[in-house]
């Protein structure tokens, strides 16, 4: 008898655990790409504001690149309605979310929205506890594709936490659509042990992206390279049959010009900066949510953020996390295996002084000789070699692909 019901306990575990990397595997095969609102705009979006983002990231190519969502984060909400159900802001929705989501998949792009695992959002919107299967329903019924559901006003503990995302799981898997979960616990409780297995396809690692190179002011906002810094231990969970580590939107050409990611010490970047922003969270696999105004684009922004060869390797169907196989002072390096038997290199100098290095390959563990390309400058360097050599600026990135 207690053999049998271990094996059916067995059979039930097995049976969620494949049902998850099913959900995953359909869900978000490779890390989401997309624009979202929050990091320059915050709370201040409106339908005709997000219509024009999502004509932009069709006719500047985006979409084509692989961006394809466009993600409403907080400030959309304008309460319940006498059925306790969510309703968008009026005056800033007065078409409704239905509408919005139509014109973007008419588009060939997809919905993403925001709520909170409390009774609040983070800025003080309604948010879905005790509502979980309603507003699941309501997004469904409006065509949504993703839902970031963020644990402001939550309790602190892991327990609160697992139990308050499987809650929102089940009633996405239950809504008769297919949405994607972000978990946006921001790392204190370690999402990426729990959870893919409570029903997310990512969950941030940590806290809020500034627009800053690195945390100098100390207020608890985070550069690029803290950022680089959590997430880079944790490679080994991510991956299409678990879910992605999110490292937050990329800041990329945002140079300092307001919202939420000028906050906290976010004064801007340099370009190479921004362009070591885009090498490292494609090595890292991490989801990709632009947050520019994609209605007045740079050159050098449009040429980081629309370099199909880095996008690439951010898509790769193998979906492996980079590794970072050395770190010193002023330099680090990762590498990421990739489909068909190739390799992504990034050589990153973290030092305020250019820096001239010879890496052999058969360091990092890849013998043999080896065709390669640089992503960045799009040149084929090499057929047959064995090692790099050459001057990394301060805070680039320099990134291979070997095959
Ligand atoms: C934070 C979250 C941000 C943004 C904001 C909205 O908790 O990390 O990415 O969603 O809430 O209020």
């Not at 500047?60 to 984060?73: K, M, P, Q, S, T």
Request: hydrophobic share 40%.
């Amino acid at each position: 008898m207690k053999k049998i019901l271990l094996m059916a306990f067995a059979i039930v575990n097995l049976t969620s655990a494949m049902a998850q990397i099913s959900a995953t595997k359909a869900l978000a095969p490779t890390p989401p790409m997309g624009w979202m609102t929050w990091n320059l705009f915050a709370d201040n979006i409106d339908e005709q504001m997000l219509r024009e983002m999502a004509d932009a990231l069709v006719s500047e190519g985006f979409r084509d690149a692989g961006y394809n969502y466009l993600f409403i984060d907080d400030g959309w909400q304008g309460g319940r309605d006498n059925r306790n159900n969510i309703i968008a802001d009026p005056k800033k929705f007065p078409s409704g979310i239905k509408a919005l989501a139509d014109y973007v998949h008419a588009r060939g792009l997809k919905l993403g929205i925001y709520s909170d695992a409390a009774q609040l959002t983070c800025a003080g919107y309604t948010a879905s506890l005790g509502f979980e299967q309603q507003d699941a329903k309501t997004f469904a019924s409006w065509g949504i594709d993703y839902l970031k559901y963020d644990y402001c006003h939550a309790p602190v503990d892991v327990e609160t936490a697992k139990l308050r995302y499987k809650k929102m799981a089940d009633a996405l898997r239950g809504c008769g659509r297919d949405i994607v979960l972000g978990v946006c616990e921001w790392g204190p409780r370690k999402p990426w042990l729990w959870a893919s297995a409570a029903g997310g396809q990512l969950w941030r690692t940590t806290y809020d992206v500034r627009d800053m190179w690195i945390d100098t002011v100390h207020k608890g906002g985070k550069g690029i390279m803290d950022i680089v810094e959590e997430t880079a231990p944790l490679h080994e969970y991510a991956g299409p049959e678990v879910g992605w580590n999110d490292m937050d939107m990329l800041v990329v050409g945002l140079k300092g010009t307001g919202g939420p990611s000028s906050d906290l010490g976010g004064k801007g970047c340099t370009d190479t900066e921004y362009e070591s922003q885009m090498s490292l969270w494609c090595m890292l696999c991490s989801p990709l949510a632009m947050t520019n105004d994609l209605r007045h684009l740079g050159q050098a922004e449009r040429r980081i953020l629309l370099n199909k060869e880095i996008i690439a390797i951010n898509q790769d169907p193998l979906g492996r996390q980079a590794e970072r196989k050395l770190k010193t002072d002023v330099l680090q390096v990762f590498v990421k295996p990739l489909a068909e038997g190739k390799w992504a290199i990034a050589l990153l100098n973290t030092g305020d002084k250019a820096l001239k290095h010879h890496q052999n390959f058969a360091d990092l563990g890849l013998e043999g000789k080896y065709k390669v390309r640089n992503v960045w400058t799009h040149q084929d360097l090499s057929r047959k070699a064995t090692s790099w050599k050459g001057t990394i600026e301060p805070h680039q990135t320099i990134v291979l692909v070997l095959e």
